[in-house]
């Protein structure tokens, strides 16, 4: 409960989730009928106040002032493109749970769109800026099969700039990359290297992301390779960047976050906040990850929207408000979204992973170059005999395909599960 005056520091959803205001002797209370993660207040309580709905925002109007304080000479046209569009794509893509075209997603995009504008030479076409603006930072959260829908509807409204949108290129880190996959003998993947290159865009723009996909399409792997990428990129573009990484589901919300022990009154750190602590160290010089890797949910995750919103503030049960520095970023490994709330999705930048990017293939040739540098301990021929009998018995009776359509397994797994099971057993006999 909050006095009317400190209503605004409220957390206010989506617009598809009104807020109620329910006031009773000076006092709301904000609610949000339906809304993941938040609680119903009891019907024998409910009939006693009194009701009042929040009317939609206009968009439109939102984006062109926004636009116009950006610098934009074209904001009243570029409104209408943009409110469009995001209608659009609320209209016919796919339900995801990671999916957001609210408010907060509108507003980091016209800040990036600004950020843009600014950056390109005088006399650059705005219409340019600003497709390409929506292209990159929508792009990378889509699965495969809303990508050409999505790119159509761009099209179709930017028809003046084609399907030949310029891309961005990071000359640096893309050599860096490519470098370190080269030699962590990685095959170079054109919609898995696409991945790296949207986290690296995504950190840029947000202080929280998350990186989605199903186990073994490549997650962990792409942080690694970019933050060690980045670390060997020379000044002033790249710097050292350090993981720390934590089950959050693990351990409870108290073993977390901390705790006040109601026996001496002590203070009880958690494990969380004591990372935090460590990682936003103003004498740190280094870029810090924290990655939280596991399953998510509003047990623990509510905890964390002041940190991921414009406040980047921690707060904890014993008053202590510990800030977010600009060298940290805070990451998410998840395979769903399903138990998120749409709090949570909408502040934080998404980074999907089909299963499709990188595929089974690629795990059986970077095995082959691995057992090909263990010269001492491996036959010289087995990269070339397990490239034809995957060939012959997985490749071309189309194997995975067979096994998804003729079989129940009593587990769920993915292809390259159990490609790397395969292999694991193939060292074991070797």
């Not at 792997?221 to 934590?246: D, Q, S, Y």
């Not at 805070?330 to 709090?343: G, H, I, Q, T, Y």
Request: net charge neutral.
């Amino acid at each position: 409960m909050a006095k009317k005056q400190d209503l605004k520091r409220f957390d206010f959803p989506n617009e598809e989730n009104p807020i109620v205001l329910i006031k009773s002797c000076g006092y709301f209370i904000t609610m949000n009928p339906g809304y993941a993660g938040r609680q119903e207040l009891p019907e024998n309580l409910k009939v006693l106040f009194r009701g009042v709905t929040m009317m939609v925002p206009d968009r439109r109007i939102i984006i062109m002032v926004k636009l116009a304080s950006v610098g934009y000479d074209t904001y009243d046209a570029l409104s209408y493109k943009f409110n469009t569009l995001y209608k659009l794509c609320e209209e016919q893509l796919s339900k995801q749970r990671h999916y957001d075209f609210g408010l907060r997603n509108i507003l980091s995009v016209l800040r990036t769109a600004g950020n843009s504008k600014r950056s390109e030479p005088p006399g650059t076409e705005e219409e340019l800026i600003m497709a390409r603006t929506l292209r990159d930072m929508n792009l990378s959260k889509f699965v495969a099969q809303d990508i050409p829908l999505f790119l159509q509807l761009l099209l179709d409204i930017f028809p003046k700039q084609g399907k030949n949108i310029p891309k961005k290129i990071y000359k640096e880190v893309e050599k860096s990359v490519k470098e370190l996959m080269k030699t962590n003998n990685l095959v170079q993947k054109d919609e898995w290297f696409i991945k790296i290159i949207q986290l690296y865009e995504t950190s840029l723009v947000r202080h929280g992301f998350m990186v989605v996909g199903s186990a073994g399409s490549g997650k962990t792997t792409i942080m690694n390779t970019l933050t060690e990428a980045l670390t060997n990129t020379p000044a002033p573009i790249g710097n050292v960047h350090k993981l720390t990484r934590m089950n959050p589901k693990s351990i409870t919300g108290q073993q977390m976050y901390g705790v006040m022990n109601t026996v001496t009154g002590e203070w009880v750190p958690g494990v969380f906040s004591e990372i935090w602590k460590k990682c936003n160290d103003k004498k740190n010089k280094h870029i810090s990850w924290i990655v939280c890797d596991g399953p998510v949910d509003a047990i623990w995750i509510e905890n964390l929207n002041t940190v991921l919103d414009d406040n980047k503030i921690l707060t904890l049960a014993n008053a202590d408000r510990i800030p977010m520095i600009e060298n940290t970023k805070m990451v998410f490994e998840v395979e769903n979204l399903d138990n998120a709330s749409p709090a949570t999705v909408s502040r934080c930048g998404i980074i999907y992973v089909s299963a499709g990017d990188l595929g089974w293939r690629p795990l059986i040739d970077t095995w082959a170059k691995d057992r090909q540098e263990m010269r001492e301990a491996c036959n010289v021929d087995e990269s070339t005999w397990i490239m034809d009998l995957s060939m012959k018995y997985i490749e071309k009776p189309d194997l995975c395909n067979i096994l998804r359509k003729d079989y129940n397994y009593v587990m769920p797994c993915p292809e390259v599960i159990r490609c790397n099971q395969m292999l694991n057993l193939l060292v074991a006999i070797l």
